[in-house]
């Protein structure tokens, strides 16, 4: 990393330098802090450890002139014993540590080598996004802003340019299948197919024939031979997804043809050889049926060679006003936006069914709402239920809790309101009151 030590103290700036040049730093020295920001306009200089006393400029004021000129910049600030007063300010001016003399050359380090894991990612992110708007005719719009979005992103940089096996773990509508897309386009094998194979929708008895083909006549309905999915794949890549509901026995055969890469189709005679690279997904974790004998270990650690893990759409919530404008953009064939409060609910909603679940609210919202602007009520009722009952007061909450019992009474005898009020240990009388009250309505679906 290029780090500059700016301090009027020439011997502390020998001591720094010293240390972090063993370190294997470039280290660019200036005496005060116009020199400093003079070194700054003329050389990429990562990350700067200013003293906060200096001559001429002093470290707060030459902060926000670097700032001014390299917004990414790091800085750690460097003050005297016990001036944290001036600390507070100056972490606004935007530095990202403040350090107190004399330096802990150990605790300088782990700082440094923190700043050095958020640059490595920011610049993977950064090819990632590059890569994405190169190319505008990539079949793919990924949002995520998110840290843990970007975190995902900087990783699957890294593993598009190896050729090893992924593994992508995630709960429903994560995500998976995208990143699996995104993986093969970025890396050396985009030119090449990309192969699907849902492992969870094709039938068991038809699962060999459908990965590695088949001879005419090796069973009833072969009536001509037909090359598997792994051929099909050869040079480019094959997607396993729901791997876990593979079963035992195809486990085994599945990992015999990764270990010896070769495979027969079913009813041939030769091996038959393919150059695939293997990109697996699971919404089930695999390790539980490692452990529970459900899924083979080897076949386990054969996909696993890297993990990427897809966080659930309420652990990056930040993503969730982008990915809404993003379905809007896609689905709305008339001008529409979401009023404030309908976004609060949006935003605070759990997703169980994650970004799909949010993709599907969308369209049904859309096509449910008249006029151009939706609000709470235009949404989803379970959407509005959740936050009644997450957020409400106790009134509101055990009002939300009735209702939505009166709705599940209802669901679950057809909508007969005798039989729902019979259920709920309530008069018909009450039942249609209560209905009322809450405005209550047999949905047309
Ligand atoms: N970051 C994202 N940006 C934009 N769209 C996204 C993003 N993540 C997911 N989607 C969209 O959400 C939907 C679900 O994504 P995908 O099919 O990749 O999820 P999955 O994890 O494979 O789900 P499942 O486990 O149900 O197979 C798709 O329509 C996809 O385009
Ligand atoms: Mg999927």
Redesign the pocket.
Known sequence: MNILIADDDPMQRELLQGFLERQGHRVLCAADGEQAVAIVRAEPVQLVLLDQRMPKLSGDLALAEMKALNPLIRAFMITGYGAVDTAVSVMKLGADEFLEKPLDLPSLLEKIQRVEIVLAVDEEVAAVEDALEENPGLPL????KSPA?LEVLSVVHRVSSSPWNVLIG??????????ARLIHLLGTRRDAPFIEVNCAAIPENLFESELFGHEKGAFTGAAKQRRGRFELAHGGTLFL??VGELPLILQSKLLRALQEGRFTRVGGESDLTADVRIIT?S?RDLRIMVEDGRFREDLFFRLNVLEID?PPLRQRRE?IPA?IE?FLARYADRPVRLSHEAMDVLVKYAYPG???EL?HIVQRTLTLTRGGLIKPADLPPEVRRAEMIDHGLLQERIEAVEREMLVSALERTAWIQTRAAEMLGISERVLRYKMGKYGIRRREV
């Open positions: 719009r990924l949002i995520g979005m995630g709960e429903t509508g994560t995500g998976k299948e995208m990143i997804d729901e997904a919404n897809l993503d990915l993003h994650n970004v799909r993709e």
